[in-house]
């Protein structure tokens, strides 16, 4: 008999009442655990704290507080969270803002039910989840930001020093890795992995994924050794 997995926690975001629910009820069709639903800004922030969700599926245009703020103000406080933006809007702009705020992912509406799905599993997971032809437009945006001058900070004498396994699970993850690829390749769980994550966005002072990717890129840590 094969192992259970753990039922992944949704909560949908959307200011469209018939969208929402739609939306809702094919996650939970799947096998999704739809814990909240909200239909603008502020509700999304309180409701978001006391479901406590592992997947945000998030519009952009709320009333109230747009999306990328409600990503912020989360994730700035529960760096766990995934996000995955369900959008009707394709601009570039709007997606690299999305990711700045600390998004995984970004889906565009037009994607199917069986791409939503497969998008919030893969999100779930840890995997950066983008509609075909935006996940080259992030990456090249990490190697635009790379390329300015580094913080100050990061190159001060005394700056924080990552262990061996630190600097290695960091370097998978600028090589665009997720959590559950990088814990096979190092033989170990995807919980430590998360871990020492975690340790490292503390010891640099950073808050996300998008900016650890960013730090690794303006170190090189991408190259291959």
């Not at 039922?7 to 975001?13: A, D, G, P, Q, R």
């Not at 997947?55 to 760096?79: A, F, H, R, S, Y």
């Not at 992912?105 to 939503?116: P, V």
């Amino acid at each position: 008999m094969t192992e259970q997995q753990p039922t992944v926690s949704v909560m949908v975001v959307d200011d469209h009442p018939m969208w929402r629910d739609a939306v809702a009820r094919d996650l939970a069709a799947a096998g999704f655990d739809v814990v909240a639903t909200a239909g603008d800004g502020p509700q999304a922030v309180r409701r978001a704290r006391a479901a406590t969700p592992d997947v945000l599926v998030l519009d952009l245009n709320l009333p109230g507080m747009p999306g990328v703020q409600v990503c912020k103000e989360l994730v700035g406080t529960d760096p766990t969270l995934r996000v995955l933006v369900l959008s009707a809007s394709g601009e570039h702009a709007d997606v690299l803002e999305a990711v700045k705020s600390g998004a995984t992912g970004y889906l565009l509406k037009s994607a199917s039910g069986e791409e939503l799905i497969d998008a919030v599993r893969r999100t779930a997971a840890g995997d950066p989840v983008f509609t075909p032809g935006l996940a080259g437009l992030v990456l090249g945006e990490y190697r635009r930001l790379a390329a300015d001058p580094p913080p100050a900070a990061a190159d001060e004498p005394g700056a924080p020093r990552l262990t061996d396994r630190e600097t290695e699970v960091l370097r998978l993850v600028a090589k665009g890795l997720s959590y559950k690829q990088i814990a096979e390749r190092l033989v170990i769980s995807h919980r430590t992995v998360q871990n020492h994550v975690q340790n490292t966005l503390g010891k640099l002072q950073l808050h996300n994924r998008v900016e650890l990717v960013r730090y690794a890129i303006e170190r090189g840590l991408d190259d291959d050794a």
